[in-house]
Antibody, heavy 116, light 110 residues
Framework: EEQLVESGGGLVQPGGSLRLSCAAS????????MHWVRQGPGKGLVWLSR????????NYADSVEGRVIVSRDNAENTVYLEVNSLRAEDTAVYYC?????????WGQGTLVTVSS | QPALTQPASVSGSPGQSITISCTGS?????????VSWFQQHPGKVPKLIIY???IRPSGVSNRFSGSKSGNTASLTISGLQAEDEADYYC??????????FGTGTKVTVL
């Protein structure tokens, strides 16, 4: 059974950093594009980043480029999202997603709260 | 990359058909066949209901259909049912090799 489990969220002070993890199982992880999407409280979905199967290609939304780094470890079936210089508007549920087309699958999300 | 434009809300009575628009540009919706639609019920994870403009994943009701004309994609829900009340988001691949979501549409069944 396909599964994505995010972790690493929590309460962070403004200016701080976080590394979110997403453990995958039940599908061919090393050949799958993986995406990160976030949703602020009461707000819409925002696409953040994607990484290809072997980790050689990454893309970022303009709104977070320079503050976010996506990476993956195919030996551990895990994809990561490092978010730096956190600010209040980064408060959101962060979702790890397999593909945005035919093989789409979403994790349950991990909540990041940026507050002093 | 600005969000794709969707109407904030659309409503209809049970059994009616409604259409949600998703307007972008030639750099996203108009330039690629990679438009997806997601349905999100309150407190739930979004669910894919259409990909590649008009393709329905297995298990999705055939009451949902997608189309595209120029820079605007559309999602039509026919035979509206109470369970269709949810938020709907479009998503498109872009010329910058990124993706972008729409602003979201709240569907209300009257």
């Amino acid at each position: 059974e396909e599964q994505l489990v995010e972790s690493g969220g929590g309460l962070v002070q403004p200016g701080g950093s976080l590394r979110l993890s997403c453990a995958a199982s039940g599908f061919p992880f090393s050949t799958s594009w993986m995406h990160w999407v976030r949703q602020g409280p009461g707000k819409g979905l925002v696409w953040l980043s994607r990484i290809n199967g072997d980790g050689t290609m990454t893309n970022y939304a303009d709104s977070v480029e320079g503050r976010v780094i996506v990476s993956r470890d195919n030996a551990e079936n895990t994809v990561y999202l490092e978010v730096n210089s956190l600010r209040a508007e980064d408060t959101a549920v962060y979702y790890c997603i397999r593909d945005l087309r035919e093989f789409n699958y979403w994790g349950q999300g991990t909540l990041v709260t940026v507050s002093s | 990359q600005p969000a794709l434009t969707q109407p904030a809300s659309v409503s209809g009575s049970p059994g009616q058909s409604i259409t949600i628009s998703c307007t972008g540009s030639s750099n996203d919706v108009g330039g690629y066949k990679f438009v997806s639609w997601f349905q999100q019920h309150p407190g739930k994870v979004p669910k894919l209901i259409i990909y590649d403009v008009y393709i329905r994943p297995s298990g999705v009701s055939n009451r949902f259909s997608g189309s595209k004309s120029g820079n605007t994609a559309s999602l039509t829900i026919s035979g509206l049912q109470a369970e269709d009340e949810a938020d709907y988001y479009c998503n498109s691949f872009t010329s910058s090799y990124t993706h972008v979501f729409g602003t979201g549409t709240k569907v209300t069944v009257l």
